[in-house]
């Protein structure tokens, strides 16, 4: 798996705002986990949930600061967020565990 290359199709698919094509970077049984929303989302119907309120619903837009794969299974991803939201821009991250080629676990927070 080339995570550079998944990382770069993930962003580009949520700026696009393809649902169905989001969750297909995830397994089934995927968490998010986001303590700036105060919140786990669990399986492709809580992060299609996290996706359709967080991005689509403000609008947001992702840009990659800075990426650094651990290992064949973990990367760290920096963002800088633009939406419709009160801060209209802001830094966050994003802590990949990946299996069988899609993301298992998500870890994500603001800066």
């Given at each position: 798996m080339d995570i550079k290359q998944f990382i770069k199709d993930w962003i580009l698919v949520g700026n696009s705002y393809d649902t169905e094509k989001y969750l297909a970077f995830y397994t089934e049984d995927a968490v998010l986990d986001d303590p700036s929303v105060g919140r786990k989302f669990s399986g492709k119907n809580?992060?299609?949930?996290?996706?359709?309120?967080?991005?689509?619903?403000?609008?947001?837009?992702?840009?990659?600061?800075?990426?650094?794969?651990?290992?064949?299974?973990?990367?760290?991803?920096?963002?800088?967020?633009?939406?419709?939201?009160?801060?209209?821009?802001?830094?966050?991250?994003?802590?990949?565990?990946?299996?069988?080629?899609?993301?298992?676990?998500?870890?994500?927070?603001?800066?």
């Amino acid at each position: 798996m080339d995570i550079k290359q998944f990382i770069k199709d993930w962003i580009l698919v949520g700026n696009s705002y393809d649902t169905e094509k989001y969750l297909a970077f995830y397994t089934e049984d995927a968490v998010l986990d986001d303590p700036s929303v105060g919140r786990k989302f669990s399986g492709k119907n809580g992060i299609k949930e996290y996706f359709e309120s967080y991005f689509i619903g403000y609008k947001t837009q992702t840009r990659k600061v800075d990426l650094v794969v651990k290992n064949t299974d973990q990367a760290h991803l920096e963002v800088e967020f633009r939406g419709d939201f009160p801060e209209g821009k802001i830094g966050g991250t994003f802590d990949f565990t990946f299996k069988e080629g899609k993301i298992a676990l998500l870890s994500a927070d603001l800066l």
